[in-house]
């Protein structure tokens, strides 16, 4: 016999499996296809043609194009650790201390995620360029300008996500760890940064992943010797987008879902079901 | 008998509100001290004070003779438990315990061999391998315990500890921690607005009402001999007659004149109250027996099990309800007057007792 669905089991409802499977499909089937013709057998790559990889032989075999991969990546590691450490200094000030103009100083933090990209973008652009940052330094240090973009916006995003996890922190752990002995330092050390580490692990996943594929502020800050993979793949894309492009995208996209199920697997397994 | 903790002179206020309002108390060495009183009374705000978690706006806090007022909170002799236990959720049960000897320098092997020995006294052993959220309510509870006991403080303070926990739990910690007192030796100081908790595990008891002390006394005295109004209705059921101290000495109640109590030291026509608790109080039906000092109609009857409370109506109003209980020696509930029924009350003499506020 056939039970009705209960009130609350909306998966057993038929439309609103079809609502769920429409969502699905509307969010991944772009997705779904640049990858699917990553493996397409055609220059044109307009219509199917056959499987190859082919074309991911010829991605790492671009020279510009590893590269810029290779950029992209040591610029998301560098500008996620020093994004991390800054927003969690800020979030821990924020929360810890009370001082003249707080709210404001909250308000500033958050600024860089609401200003237009663009904007941004321009101003780097003038901001290194009045100040003289040479453009000709040796190759680590020749991406120190879009670094120090990165940070600019990805470190409020760990702030933000910091600072929620610390409104949720229960102040008695810290007053049990200073009546134990603990000074100032050590309450930070034992108590307070374990409590963050969630937090901070998805900041810093955000800061990756926003560095990894950031295009308009990176345009406005690389030069002709630091092209990132997200501006390299604009450059080819505007010769002819051949399934090379698929190819190289793919990979971004393997890279970064493989270092987000890594994360939170590390965390899950570092915290057994522990309550948030 | 030598002195654990001394507050004197202790104010404190958050804002408008006056939390403290010159305090003072001495707490002597082994003694299990109990601050009583309802919920925002400053109990709290005195224990933490005493923990050096807060600061007083005035007054001196002496731990062992020696003034703590400069000390900070991680170099005084006290350690505290929480009433949300605080355990630190990323921590063994081990480390959690270890913990205030780790940060202090002792070294990992003597601090866990302490660590166990501690969790040995709560009756955890083998629990240290666990997580916090392994554990249960009670077993949290213990842990807290041993945590705060295994730097063997010179006084432990413990805020509401009991009041997380089931009624049935509360019961068997309630004989724990007295035991468990009586074996450390250690004075222990419990914050607590449960007045039967803090009458069954203390052995005195100082009872609050918004910053200020109203009462210190053992527990006996503390109910049988209460300082004013208050004290005598926070702790237990209490009848109050409005009375008048007449020339002779005596109070006497307004519209019962069988209602009298010797009072001392009070001068003649001042307004006082004369308390009677329930319990002390006997009631037979009307007649064939000598008149008692009151005469009512039994309104109402409160089963509760053990006992059954009675409502006498003596006189019209909101005044003239009596309460009157009666433990329930016999297992059929008829033998007692049920509603309706005449009876007169009767009490000792001594039984009476004048507050004079």
Known sequence: MRIPPGPLEFTRRTWIRLVLLATFAFLYAPIATLVAYSFNDSRRNIVWRGFTTRYYERAMANDGLVEAFGNSLLIALAATVVSTVLGAMTAYALWRFRFRLKPLCEGVVVLPIVIPEICMGVAMLVFFARIGWPGDLPWPISLSRITIAHVTFCFPFVAVVARARLSRFNDELAEAARDLGAGEWAVLRDVILPHMRPGLVAGALLAFTLSLDDFVITFFTSGPDTVTFPVKIYSMVRFSVTPEVNAASTVLIAVTVTVTVVAMWLQNRTRPGAAP | MTEAVRVGGICKRFGAVTALAEVSLRIEAGEFFALLGPSGCGKSTLLRIMAGLEHPDQGSVFIDGIDVGRTPANRRPVNMVFQSYALFPHMSVRSNVAYGLRVTGTGRAEAHERAEAALGLVRLTGYGERMPHQLSGGESQRVALARALVKRPR??????????????????????????????????????????????????????????????????????????????????????????????????????????????????????????????????????VPAGRLSGVVEEVVYRGDLSVYLVRCMAGPDGLVRVSRANAARTADRLPGPGTEVVLDWAEDCAVVLAS
């Not at chain 2, 009458?199 to 609050?208: E, F, K, P, T, Y």
């Not at chain 2, 009375?243 to 307004?254: E, F, K, P, R, W």
């Not at chain 2, 001392?264 to 004369?274: E, T």
């Open chain 2, 155 to 288: 006084v432990l303070l413990l805020d509401e500890p009991l009041s997380a926990l089931d009624a049935r739990l509360r019961d068997e910690m309630r004989l724990e921690l007295v035991t468990l007192q009586k074996t450390v030796g250690i004075t222990f100081i419990i914050v607590t607005h449960d007045q039967e908790e803090a009458l069954s595990m203390a052995d005195r008891v100082a009872v609050m009402e918004t910053g200020r002390i109203r009462q210190v006394a053992p527990p006996a005295e503390l109910y049988e001999a209460p300082a004013d109004r208050f004290v005598a209705t926070f702790i237990g059921q209490v009848n109050l007659f409005p009375a008048t101290i007449g020339a002779d000495g005596t109070a006497q109640a307004h519209p019962f004149p069988g209602v009298t109590a010797r009072a001392r030291g009070i001068g003649a026509g001042r307004q006082v109250w004369i308390a009677v608790r329930p319990e002390k109080i006997t009631m037979a039906p009307r007649g064939g």
